[in-house]
């Protein structure tokens, strides 16, 4: 008969190896955003989410503010399998600009996105947090760009590549924000058919 000892059957959580108890706090962190957003995204309620103790989470995140940009990682990492396969679902629009704007729209429309969002927008007055976000969004953004730029592949010989790319990641975000409060479906189907044709024949014209 196989015998547990005391010791073994008592091991808490913070026992488990490290990165295991860091990467329990992160999911946990992603889920509060995603879930709950992230003024309610607290040390508290990640540390109970996670389960965790209150040293174990200050031992891996000792400041709000890098729990928080610690989660960007994980959610560019959602968003970049989002657009993806959103994109794979699009291959029945023929144009190849089309594709990777609607892709981008329903991507940007997702909570993981939403969310990172919401941190840009709580950095604002947070010092620390905008401190924080600014380290990971440099490698952050070289993953946007990089994603960026396989989208928009088909079209990179035209000269207004680069400029197209930065509008029209400009143009959604702001659509995403106004649509927290306009959310009128027809509108928004109306107005990324218009980016769609704009973006069209900016890159048609651009000398």
């Known amino acids: 008969m196989q015998v547990t000892s005391t010791k073994t059957k008592n091991l808490t959580n913070d026992a488990a190896p490290e990165r295991s108890i860091r990467d329990r706090i992160l999911d946990a962190a992603v889920q509060s955003l995603i879930e709950q957003g992230a003024a309610r995204t607290t040390t508290l309620e990640v540390q109970r989410k996670a389960e965790v103790s209150r040293g174990a989470l200050l031992h891996h995140f000792p400041t709000h503010a890098e729990l928080l940009s610690a989660t960007v990682t994980d959610l560019v990492r959602r968003n970049e399998q989002s657009v993806f396969e959103l994109l794979d679902k699009l291959q029945s629009a023929p144009d190849a600009v089309e594709r990777a704007i609607r892709a981008l729209a329903l991507m940007?429309?997702?909570?993981?996105?939403?969310?990172?969002?919401?941190?840009?927008?709580?950095?604002?007055?947070?010092?620390?947090?905008?401190?924080?976000?600014?380290?990971?969004?440099?490698?952050?953004?070289?993953?946007?760009?990089?994603?960026?730029?396989?989208?928009?592949?088909?079209?990179?010989?035209?000269?207004?590549?680069?400029?197209?790319?930065?509008?029209?990641?400009?143009?959604?975000?702001?659509?995403?924000?106004?649509?927290?409060?306009?959310?009128?479906?027809?509108?928004?189907?109306?107005?990324?058919?218009?980016w769609v044709r704009a973006t069209q024949i900016l890159l048609a014209h651009w000398k």
């Open 108 to 194: 940007m429309a997702q909570p993981p996105f939403m969310a990172e969002l919401e941190l840009w927008t709580l950095a604002r007055t947070d010092e620390g947090l905008r401190e924080a976000l600014l380290k990971v969004e440099r490698d952050a953004r070289k993953e946007s760009e990089r994603v960026l730029r396989a989208l928009f592949a088909p079209v990179a010989d035209r000269p207004g590549h680069d400029a197209v790319i930065a509008m029209t990641t400009d143009f959604l975000r702001g659509f995403v924000l106004s649509g927290v409060l306009r959310r009128n479906p027809v509108r928004r189907q109306q107005m990324i058919s218009n």
